[in-house]
């Protein structure tokens, strides 16, 4: 009777832990997958399964201890500080995944030559991101920003990045020195690098309805459509561009 006196009172504890435990999980999802790791970044980078991976833990661990803790039959000093210990760490553990989900967070979608490259924080020097102008500095609550890159100023610049690549090291995707706006000539080089998106498709018709969404919701024939690849991720996408050059979607499939 005593067993039973505890865990119908902890089962109920523990069950409001865990309906407490899906907002906030909630809640960190939309933070994530809206703002960090928008579509389909989630999925090119990794970020759908670390976030799952924290959460999980997170929701399941924390009712547990609830569970394991509450007795009513507790002096209601101790039962509190039990519960204070279990929140104190289940959010210490929450916050230290979700900064592990943020340190890891798609900086950049640069332009490079003939693909888009997922440019992540750990790929970049804070030094240089901070000398970056305004309006390509990221933000806290920001998503990846579509970059471009300039030209090399002069041969030995030029060099130095070619040499450093070859030895492992950083090429122009990696360095903000090298980033630039956008723009209508980025389109151009974009479209003078791409392949019809049928080409595409035709490799991997299951994309078919995927492309066919993008076109009618875009106003745009499939037909009139190109892609280029995306690379810098764990998987293969390709970036869907308009007539201008601009990005109107994402496909899963290998671009090369």
Known sequence: MKFLSRLTPAIRAAALHFLGCVVVALLAAGLVFNVWYPFPYSEISGGRELFLLVVSVDVVCGPVLTFVLFN?????????????????????????????????????????????????????????????????????????????????????????????AAAGGKDYAQLPEFYVSYSKDSAKKVIGRSAALNVFLSKYSDQVP???????????????LRYVPVTGGRQDWVAVIDGAGEIIGFLKGDGF
């Open 72 to 164: 009513p039959q507790k002096p209601r000093a101790e039962l509190m500080r039990d519960l204070a210990i279990v929140f104190c760490l289940q959010t210490g553990a929450l916050i230290y995944g979700l900064v592990n989900v943020w340190e890891a967070r798609p900086l950049y979608l640069v332009h490079e030559v003939d693909r888009f490259k997922v440019v992540a924080a750990p790929d970049l020097d804070p030094k240089a991101l901070d000398a970056l102008p305004q309006d390509l500095r990221t933000r806290f609550f920001g998503s990846p920003i579509l970059v471009s890159i300039r030209s090399p100023k002069s041969v030995e610049e030029k060099n130095q990045v070619m040499f450093a």
């Open 210 to 224: 995927a492309a066919q969404k993008l076109a009618l919701q875009s106003n745009h024939d499939v037909a009139n």
